[in-house]
């Protein structure tokens, strides 16, 4: 442990440099994963090193020297975002924390939730032009994370797993992607679609985990009824956030079919919106791309040829669109 911050020794850097994070936004632990540092003028000294521990000692030493940031080295920041994903619940639901630096804890863990997206999910070059647009979609979402009770939804949400969450923020890339340039979504109501892409599983929070877990054609009756009952049970836990109609569509109709197949009210063809039936196809996609309990993740090759087997169900243009993000094409505007 590092009683006394001393003078860092060529601390390594990337290109990003050091980066700064609340010393509210640091459990105590026992041996930390990346070390942290003080800022004095324009040089860095490492207050603790990696591995060591972390405790109410050090924090009060921080508060007594009126320090309000401490200092991450950009080259360990993918442990931070490990650390932050894995923390994300807590301090979230940390009313100690001030609410501005809750939000922002949660659009830095869903920043680089989102990174790994791009890098892992989608095509190099569509990466490099449009990532920029989804992070500052993230950054305005940060309004809606602020309102009292918007926070513990969406801490709800991340407390169920890195799984759950990375497919609500995969939908949500993929649905904005389908829906920018459509003329059968405005520009101005992208937003609101990717809030609700980003909170459409929020009721299966409220659904038993041995459930989800189950292959859903092993499933009862009664227990379907049970995990099918998650959309009109996200809707309700956001009754009191003020929710935009587009959301508020997408949490409770994105299982619903162009052919009238889906939950919960039967809804087809025209008498859906676009950028719902686009969720609907971003959804079902992302979900076969990841492994499940019950089976291995499919190819997307394999996903799309089940979906195109299973295409009745789907929205033509919207699976068009999905195919052209995937393959980097640019999505036509008509």
Not at 20 to 33: A, Q, T, V
Not at 70 to 80: I, K, Q, S, T
Not at 141 to 164: C, D, E, I
């Given at each position: 442990?590092?009683?006394?911050?001393?003078?860092?020794?060529?601390?390594?850097?990337?290109?990003?440099?050091?980066?700064?994070?609340?010393?509210?936004?640091?459990?105590?632990?026992?041996?930390?994963?990346?070390?942290?540092?003080?800022?004095?003028?324009?040089?860095?000294?490492?207050?603790?090193?990696?591995?060591?521990?972390?405790?109410?000692?050090?924090?009060?030493?921080?508060?007594?020297?009126?320090?309000?940031?401490?200092?991450?080295?950009?080259?360990?920041?993918?442990?931070?975002?490990?650390?932050?994903?894995?923390?994300?619940?807590?301090?979230?639901?940390?009313?100690?924390?001030?609410?501005?630096?809750?939000?922002?804890?949660?659009?830095?863990?869903?920043?680089?939730?989102?990174?790994?997206?791009?890098?892992?999910?989608?095509?190099?070059?569509?990466?490099?032009?449009?990532?920029?647009?989804?992070?500052?979609?993230?950054?305005?979402?940060?309004?809606?994370?602020?309102?009292?009770?918007?926070?513990?939804?969406?801490?709800?949400?991340?407390a169920r797993g890195y799984k759950s969450y990375n497919h609500?923020?995969?939908?949500?890339?993929?649905?904005?992607?389908?829906?920018?340039?459509?003329?059968?979504?405005?520009?101005?109501?992208l937003h609101a679609v990717c809030l609700g892409a980003l909170?459409?599983?929020?009721?299966?929070?409220?659904?038993?985990?041995?459930?989800?877990?189950?292959?859903?054609?092993?499933?009862?009756?009664?227990?379907?009824?049970?995990?099918?009952?998650?959309?009109?049970?996200?809707?309700?836990?956001?009754?009191?956030?003020?929710?935009?109609?587009?959301?508020?569509?997408?949490?409770?109709?994105?299982?619903?079919?162009?052919?009238?197949?889906?939950?919960?009210?039967?809804?087809?063809?025209?008498a859906l919106p676009f950028y719902v039936k686009a969720l609907?196809?971003?959804?079902?996609?992302?979900?076969?791309?990841?492994?499940?309990?019950?089976?291995?993740?499919?190819?997307?090759?394999?996903?799309?040829?089940?979906?195109?087997?299973?295409?009745?169900?789907?929205?033509?243009?919207?699976?068009?669109?999905?195919?052209?993000?995937?393959?980097?094409?640019?999505?036509?505007?008509?």
């Amino acid at each position: 442990m590092t009683d006394q911050h001393r003078p860092a020794q060529d601390p390594p850097q990337d290109a990003e440099g050091f980066f700064p994070i609340s010393p509210l936004m640091i459990r105590n632990w026992s041996k930390g994963r990346f070390a942290l540092y003080l800022r004095q003028g324009p040089s860095f000294v490492l207050y603790t090193s990696k591995g060591d521990a972390f405790t109410d000692v050090h924090r009060r030493k921080l508060d007594d020297m009126g320090v309000l940031q401490v200092y991450v080295d950009g080259a360990e920041r993918g442990a931070y975002a490990s650390y932050l994903l894995e923390n994300l619940p807590d301090l979230l639901l940390d009313e100690n924390i001030p609410m501005e630096q809750r939000s922002e804890a949660w659009y830095q863990g869903s920043l680089m939730a989102l990174r790994r997206v791009f890098e892992e999910r989608l095509p190099k070059g569509l990466a490099k032009r449009r990532f920029g647009e989804l992070s500052d979609m993230l950054r305005t979402g940060m309004a809606f994370f602020n309102q009292n009770g918007a926070l513990k939804q969406v801490a709800r949400l991340v407390a169920r797993g890195y799984k759950s969450y990375n497919h609500s923020l995969g939908c949500a890339v993929l649905t904005y992607f389908v829906c920018a340039g459509s003329p059968k979504v405005h520009p101005d109501r992208l937003h609101a679609v990717c809030l609700g892409a980003l909170l459409h599983d929020l009721g299966k929070t409220q659904v038993a985990q041995d459930l989800l877990d189950r292959d859903p054609d092993t499933l009862s009756l009664g227990e379907r009824d049970k995990v099918r009952a998650h959309a009109a049970a996200g809707v309700a836990l956001c009754a009191n956030l003020g929710l935009e109609h587009e959301t508020v569509n997408c949490i409770l109709f994105h299982h619903e079919r162009v052919d009238g197949s889906g939950y919960p009210s039967g809804i087809s063809g025209e008498a859906l919106p676009f950028y719902v039936k686009a969720l609907a196809v971003c959804d079902v996609y992302d979900n076969l791309t990841r492994p499940a309990p019950w089976r291995p993740a499919r190819t997307p090759y394999e996903a799309l040829r089940y979906m195109k087997m299973h295409r009745d169900g789907f929205d033509v243009d919207a699976m068009r669109r999905l195919i052209n993000v995937l393959s980097g094409a640019e999505v036509p505007t008509q």
